[in-house]
Each structure stands twice: as structure tokens, then as C-alpha cells.
């Protein structure tokens, strides 16, 4: 999604800029540009692809500019072409805008621009901004005025940026459902979209919520509402470190957010689990506790894997605690008026915080009165905060598109919820230990079966060339079927689909040939016995079988053409382990095909549009 960046200073920004962008690429885009003030004109180079691109086009040593701000684009409007990418002029060439979101209104405004004289060049909606600001200033009024006069007239979001050369001592930034942050530095101020693109520069930082305007100079900052009252913000400290979003070592982010699981998942568990108590305490609920154990109904809502994730909290919380749980994707939950209760309680899963649906879906639950919590990793995202109450997963930065280490952390913190609702509504302590002692022995199964990296590595070598997967579990497995199938198609192209493995015989298995590999998620538990009957029905067929097994499992080799085996746990906890080698398994696949794993095409990491 658009990433944002600005810097005001005694620097020159573009090198600052640039490196910014660099760490933006994570969230994946298509075009970039850059636009600065230099001797009192402002200029902009921009490009469509990578920001290696943007860069080649720059010679830093050209200029020298103290004030100016970075994009990159991920289309919504228009084509991804240079002419597109932003920052946007106004039409005398001396304001610059950067903007993520979306102008819901921009053809109305376009057209009653055009009609006072106004030329737009690009296919885009933000341009209009550029040019409605401009319009406020041949009024008279001072840029933050203009800026604050432009925003009244848009519907839609935005996280905006403007420089102006009339005004070259300051940056204007504004937020309505994107997100922003002002850097604090020392003679030096950053505005940015994500925190890791000034991260090299300050770890103070200040998040601008929904509706504020902020100008930034070089050495102060002042906010306001858009009624223009000024508002006193508190200075975050990000604990996070550079070497935290950096690959460590590994060839992508991808394979280095696997292959962290093990930490990943203790950190969800770190201060939570209580082992002698067989329970669990989590601080973000305490507040809401009570509301929690009385509803009558939990709901999860999530886009993605995050979604994924959710069908599993389903099998655990009714499996446990015995209350009526439902999982909606949160595009379709905001749109048809869902029935919503006061006594529902609804958890919003989200690794970045600040998916759009996800986040409107919460919004309409809160209208409707319902207990909204969260369960996000990006700790102070918009989800997060709009939350009455939640729980972080702490799996750590992920810069990789495609979701893996927040997948089994989010697992990990529903079972902890899972287990904490459990043993308030009655499960024996005994019963609760089991499971906690199950999950205190989660980081080093994981680690075991991350030893098999070279094995899959194997397996996928022979599979790279297959047009088609099926995946196939059952039970607590069949959300991970999906997301095996998910994550394949996300990095790899290759089409692929998740089933639950009792309803290929409703259909999928007339697709079964020996073109068309098939993944069982077949580990001992109380389906096993089904899932092998399933797998001789595909045998039968002669489809190439790969199955996930347990390690104690030796009948299954006779029956499939590959196995990877791994440890046992109870099945509330299973998929927590089974994802992980088809995790593994994309990822090789997608290596060997040449593929930019960590930024698949036409995805981006957070996905802040509808
Ligand atoms: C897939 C993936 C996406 C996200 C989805 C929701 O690997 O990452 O499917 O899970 O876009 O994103 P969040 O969790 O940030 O709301």
C-alpha cells in the first residue's frame, strides 16, 4: 500500500527520503517519486517500479534540498505509469502533495475545478488535492488554512503531505484512515506512513489520529483538530531496533520471519501463560473481562490469513469454552448489515492494524453497541486503537507480504484467550495445565520441524513445476489447508485451493490426475482414521500425495509419495505446527520459480483501500 515519508531539517532530504522509501518497499507498491524544495523552486522525479529505479534517476550531488517528502504508489486510481506516481503538482508548480487513501468525491471536484480553469495530468484521485489547495491559496489564504479549507470538501481517506515553496519553513500533514506519523528528531522532523522509514533517524515518534492537521517544521510541530483547535500530542518511544526489520542473515524477510517462530510464538506466550494455574492473563481484556465471559455470542472478524486464524479461534473457543462463535470476512460483515447485539462480543484480527475493512467492519460493530476488541500485531495501528480492548500477538515487525510468523502468533493468542474464557467458565485446572503445558512446548516442536527446511526444499524442487495443489485437512487442519493453499498462490502464481477433505467428494475430485498434487494435513489425532480414507480415494486416482504427519505415524509412508513428519500436540494446538512446513513449502517453491517472494505481485502488506 502507498507509503509516505517527509523531512524537514538541515539535512539534505534526499538521501533520507530515498532510504525511506527503501524501508516502505515492504508494503508493497508499483511506482515511486520524490519531490523537494531547491533554490526556492520545487522539483519532482518520479518513476514506475522499484525505488533502486527512482534512485538511478537522482544524482544526489545535483541538489540539495533541506524540505521534501517521498511516495510510493500502489494503484487505485489510474495505472501504475510514471505520470501517475506521485508527489502531484498544483498547477504553477511551487505545491507538491503526497497522498495514501482514497477521494471518494474527486470526479465532483475534479469537474468543478476543470470548470474555473484547472488542467489535471494524471488519472488519479489525489491530484485533485494539489489544485483544490491551490485553489485556497490565489484566495489569500495561508497554506495551512488551504489545507484545512481542501480536506472540508473531500470524502474519503487520506493521509496527505504537502510542501509548498510559498511556505518553504514547514511541512502540512493531515489523517482521516490512513496512517500517519510525525518524527521527532533533533532540528530535524519526519513525517512518515509506517514508523520503520524513519526509524534510522528517531524512535520518538507521534501518532496523528483520524481528523488532526499538523504542521511540522524543523524544530517544533503543532497540531490541530480540522476546527483548528490546537491539540497537545504525547511522544511515543518505538522500542523497535533497525537490526529488527532487517533480513538477519537470510536471503528474504520471508524465510527469516519463518524461520523466527520459535521466538515469534514464545513472545505471544511471554508473561501470559500460567502454567501452575492452568490459565492465562491477558492485561488488554482485564478492563473488558467481565462483558467478555456474559456475551452471548463471539464473532471474528478479519481479511486473509488474519481470517484464517479466525476459523481456527472458532474451533477452539466452542471446543473449550463453549460459547457460540461465528468468523466473518470483514468486507462482507461491514456491508450487509449484520444483526449485531450488545451482548456480542467481536475480536478483529489484524497483523498490520490497519486493513480498511477490517477496521470499518470494527467501526460498525461499535455503532451497533458490541464488545470490539482486537487482536493486532502493529502496536498503536488504527485497529488497536479503536479497539475497547485486546490483545498484541508481539510477533515482531513482518516485512514480508505474505503473513507468516503473525499467523501462528495470532493462533497463539487465541488459544490463550480460548484458555483464559475456558477456565473462568468452569474447565478443571488439570485440564487447563494440559494445554498450557502443550503450549509451553510450542517454540521448540516448531524449531524441530524448522529443521526440515532442507527435506522441503527437496519436495518442493519436485513440485515447482506443477500447474494446480489441493490442500486438504480436516478439523482444527482445515483452516490451515486454506492457508497453505494461500500462501502457495500468494508467491508462487500457481493456482491452488484449500478444502476440507471429507468435501472433495463433493466435487474437487474429479480434478485428481497425476497432474494434480495433493497435500493432506493428516496428523494422529480423532480424523485421522478419515483423512487416510481420503487419501487412498486420491491414491486411487493416482494424484502424487504430500503428507503432514505425525512423527510417531510410520503406516502413512506406504500410502503417499512424500512425508514430512512432525511433533505431537493436542489438535486445539496442531495447526500451529502443520502450517509451518507448508509455509515452508511456498516458499521454496517460489524461490525456485525466480519469484520475488516478499513482494508478490499485485499484493501489497497492508491493505489500507476497500
Ligand atoms: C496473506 C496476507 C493477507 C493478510 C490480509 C489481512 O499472506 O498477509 O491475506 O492476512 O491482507 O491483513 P491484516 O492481518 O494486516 O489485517
Redesign the pocket.
Known amino acids: 500500500m502507498c507509503g509516505i515519508i517527509g523531512y524537514i531539517g538541515e539535512k539534505n532530504c534526499i538521501p533520507i527520503i530515498i532510504n525511506g522509501l527503501k524501508r516502505l518497499e515492504y508494503r508493497g507498491y508499483d511506482s515511486a517519486g520524490l519531490g523537494f524544495i531547491h533554490n526556492g523552486n520545487a522539483h519532482v522525479i518520479k518513476s514506475k517500479g522499484k525505488v533502486s529505479i527512482l534512485e538511478e534517476k537522482i544524482n544526489s550531488n545535483q541538489y540539495f534540498s533541506s524540505l521534501g517528502i517521498g511516495h510510493t504508489r500502489w494503484a487505485t486510481h489510474g495505472i501504475p505509469n510514471e505520470t501517475n506516481a506521485h508527489p502531484h503538482f498544483n498547477e504553477s508548480k511551487n505545491l507538491l502533495i503526497i497522498h495514501n487513501g482514497i477521494i471518494e468525491n474527486y470526479q465532483t471536484i475534479k469537474t468543478s475545478l476543470s470548470n474555473i480553469g484547472y488542467k489535471f495530468y494524471t488519472e488519479t484521485d489525489s491530484e485533485v488535492i494539489a489544485h483544490l489547495i491551490d485553489s485556497f491559496i490565489h484566495k489569500g489564504n495561508t497554506l495551512l488554512k488551504s489545507v484545512r479549507l481542501a480536506l472540508s470538501e473531500v470524502e474519503g481517506t487520506y493521509g496527505l503531505a504537502v510542501i509548498y515553496n510559498g511556505e518553504a519553513d514547514k511541512i502540512i500533514a493531515a489523517r482521516k484512515g490512513s496512517p500517519l506519523v510525525i518524527g521527532v528528531g533533533d532540528g530535524e522532523n519526519f513525517i512518515a506512513s509506517d514508523v520503520s522509514a524513519i526509524l534510522a533517524h528517531t524512535k520518538q515518534v507521534v501518532y496523528l489520529e483520524d481528523g488532526e492537521i499538523v504542521e511540522v517544521y524543523k524544530d517544533k510541530f503543532v497540531t490541530r483538530t480540522t476546527s483548528d483547535e490546537e491539540i497537545q500530542k504525547e511522544i511515543h518511544e518505538i522500542s523497535l531496533s533497525l537490526d529488527e526489520i532487517d533480513k538477519g542473515g537470510y536471503s528474504h524477510f520471508m524465510l527469516k520471519e519463518i524461520m523466527e517462530q520459535p521466538e515469534s510464538v514464545r513472545n505471544s506466550m511471554r508473561g501470559r501463560l500460567l502454567i501452575p494455574e492452568g490459565s492465562a492473563k491477558l492485561g488488554g481484556l482485564d478492563n473488558v473481562i467481565e462483558r467478555l465471559l456474559n456475551c452471548k455470542r463471539i464473532i471474528i472478524s ?8 479466525g476459523l481456527v479461534g472458532e474451533y477452539m473457543i466452542e471446543k473449550y469454552a463453549q460459547i457460540p462463535t461465528e468468523v466473518e470476512y ?1 468486507s462482507e460483515f461491514r456491508y450487509r448489515n449484520p444483526i449485531i447485539h450488545p451482548d456480542d462480543a467481536i475480536f478483529f ?7 480498511a ?2 477496521l470499518a467492519a470494527m467501526k460498525e460493530a461499535k455503532n451497533k453497541g458490541a464488545l470490539a476488541l482486537g487482536i ?3 502496536v498503536g495501528s488504527s ?1 488497536a486503537r479503536e479497539s475497547l480492548g485486546g490483545v498484541y500477538i508481539h510477533a515482531g515487525p ?1 516485512i ?5 510468523k ?2 501462528t502468533s ?1 493462533l497463539v493468542v487465541l488459544a490463550l484467550i480460548a484458555l483464559l474464557l475456558s477456565r473462568k467458565l468452569g474447565m478443571k485446572a488439570e485440564e487447563g495445565k494440559c494445554i498450557a503445558e502443550h503450549m509451553d512446548q510450542l517454540p521448540d516442536k516448531i524449531a524441530q520441524i524448522l529443521k526440515l527446511n532442507s527435506e522441503i526444499e527437496f519436495i518442493a524442487s519436485e513440485f515447482q513445476d506443477a500447474k494446480n495443489f489441493l490442500y486438504l485437512g480436516r478439523g482444527f487442519n482445515f483452516p490451515v489447508a486454506l ?1 497453505g493453499a ?2 502457495l498462490k ?2 508462487s502464481y500457481i493456482h491452488a485451493e484449500g478444502y476440507p477433505a471429507a468435501e472433495m467428494k463433493h466435487g474437487p475430485i474429479a480434478l485428481i490426475d497425476e497432474n494434480m498434487p495433493a497435500i493432506f494435513i493428516a496428523p494422529k489425532d480423532s480424523t485421522y482414521d478419515k483423512i487416510i480414507s481420503n487419501i487412498q480415494e486420491v491414491k486411487a486416482r493416482k494424484g502424487r500425495i504430500i503428507a503432514i504427519a505425525s512423527e510417531s505415524d510410520s503406516e502413512i509412508d506406504h500410502l503417499v509419495d512424500y512425508t514430512i513428519k512432525i511433533p505431537d500436540t493436542i489438535s486445539m494446538l496442531m495447526p500451529i505446527l502443520t502450517v509451518i512446513p507448508l509455509q515452508l513449502l511456498a516458499y521454496h517453491i517460489a524461490v525456485k520459480k525466480g519469484l520475488n517472494v516478499d513482494q508478490p505481485r499485485n ?5 489500507t483501500v476497500e
Do not use: P
Open positions: 478479519a481479511c486473509g490469513t488474519s481470517w484464517h486464524a470483514a484480527i489484524s497483523q498490520s492494524g490497519e486493513t475493512d477490517t493486532c500485531n502493529v485497529i513482518e514480508g507480504v505474505a503473513s507468516t503473525a499467523f495470532q492457508e494461500l500462501k500468494e508467491i499484493l501489497a502488506k497492508s491493505v
